[in-house]
Structures are given as C-alpha cells and as structure tokens.
C-alpha cells in the first residue's frame, strides 16, 4: 500500500511539474470561479495582482488596484445573492509566454434571489494570468454581458 501511495504522489508531482502555462493558469482559473461561488469577497480578491485593471461586468470604470477590486465585489455579492453556480464554456486560452496566458470565454452564474432561482449570463469574459513567484494572478480581467 505504501508504495502505491508514493507511485502516486510521484504521478501527482511529475504530472504538475510538466503542466504547460496554459494548463496551470486555467486551474488557477477555475480556482477562481470555485471561489466566486462562495460569496467571500476577501477570498475572491487574492485572485487578482496588486496592480490588475479589472473592468467587472458593472464596473463604470477600470479599476486598478486590489482595494477597488475588493470594493467592487463587495457590493456585488452584498445582500441576499447566494451564488450556487459559475461555470465557464466556449473558453479558450493562448500563451503569449511561459509566465503569461490570455484566456477567453463566456460565463454565466444562478443564484438565489427573493426565494427563486435566477442566471444572469452569459457574460464575455477576457482574462489575463501572470505567473508571479508560484502563483498565477489575475492581472486583467474584463467581463461583459
């Protein structure tokens, strides 16, 4: 049993350690959406570069700094909205280099509001990651209905 579990860890670190950028900013990605289910708008933030512009899909302006990407999703997610589900389709990503990758796709969520369930969507989304140390950020992101 022992040696299953290391063969397995072995599989687990040799499969990440050669993960192309496209694939390690989409799990980052996707880790981002999984957050954005959860209404945790401090957690949500951490997604994103101390210097993204962000333009959310009802931003009336860029912003471009962490705190007003916190503000934004404060109200956002304020008040009785309940996101049970965001998914991604019609995505696609390309490299631009090995610490850079654009990624492009459509979005929508369903949440609970007064008691019914509602989608809003599907939104346009264009996202750029930046590997920084060994995380990928967020460090432009533009959404729209």
């Not at 957050?35 to 302006?61: L, M, R, V």
């Not at 309940?82 to 390309?94: I, K, P």
């Not at 654009?102 to 949440?111: C, D, L």
Request: glycine fraction near 6%; charged fraction near 20%; proline fraction near 4%.
């Amino acid at each position: 049993m022992r040696t299953v579990s290391v063969l397995a860890c072995v599989l687990l670190w040799t499969s990440h350690a050669n993960a192309t950028p496209v694939e390690d900013a989409l799990v980052a990605y996707d880790k981002f959406f999984a957050a954005f289910t959860t209404d945790n708008y401090e957690q949500i933030t951490e997604f994103f570069a101390p210097d993204a512009q962000f333009y959310g899909t009802n931003s009336p302006e860029v912003v471009t700094s962490r705190e007003g990407i916190r503000s934004y999703f404060k109200r956002a997610l304020e008040g009785t909205r309940g996101t049970t589900m965001a998914r991604q389709f019609d995505r696609t990503a390309l490299p631009l280099s090995d610490s850079v990758v654009a990624i492009a796709g459509k979005w929508q969520s369903e949440r609970t509001q007064v008691g019914a369930m509602t989608t809003a969507g599907p939104s346009r989304s264009t996202v750029v990651l930046q590997k920084r140390g060994d995380r990928w950020l967020i460090v432009q992101f533009h959404s729209s209905p």
